[in-house]
């Protein structure tokens, strides 16, 4: 049974830092492209970043320089190092699990997904 997991999300100001977790089961870490996803209300789910299975990684636009994934394989756990954030970062957090690459930033490549975890930056 495949389950993904975040954690690490919470109440932060302008220009703070956080760093959110998501840990993995059920599916072989190595062989999946993993990504981050946010969702703020009343808007579709929208691409963060991405780490594939041989190691490269991919960005949004609008967080390339403040958010950084990383990978750990021997806890099998994701990571999105969010730094300067700001008000329309405010969402909640989705990690998502693939087997394949293509496409990457389109939420309906991915199989898995976790529960989220919400991130709110106040003014």
């Known amino acids: 049974q495949v389950q993904l997991v975040e954690s690490g999300g919470g109440l932060v100001q302008a220009g703070d830092s956080l760093r959110l977790s998501c840990a993995v089961s059920?599916?072989?870490?190595?062989?999946?492209?993993m990504a981050w996803f946010r969702q703020a209300p009343g808007k579709e789910r929208e691409f963060v970043a991405r780490?594939?299975?041989?190691?490269?990684?991919n960005y949004a636009d609008f967080v390339k320089g403040r958010f950084t994934i990383s990978r750990d394989v021997a806890v099998n756990t994701v990571y999105l190092q969010m730094n300067s954030l700001k008000p329309d970062d405010t969402a909640v957090y989705y990690c998502?699990?693939?087997?394949?690459?293509?496409?990457?930033?389109?939420?309906?490549?991915?199989?898995?997904w976790g529960q989220g975890t919400q991130v709110t930056v106040s003014s």
């Open positions: 998502a699990a693939s087997p394949r690459s293509p496409s990457y930033s389109e939420p309906a490549v991915y199989d898995y």
């Open positions: 780490f594939s299975w041989s190691g490269t990684t």
């Open positions: 059920g599916l072989t870490f190595r062989r999946n492209t």
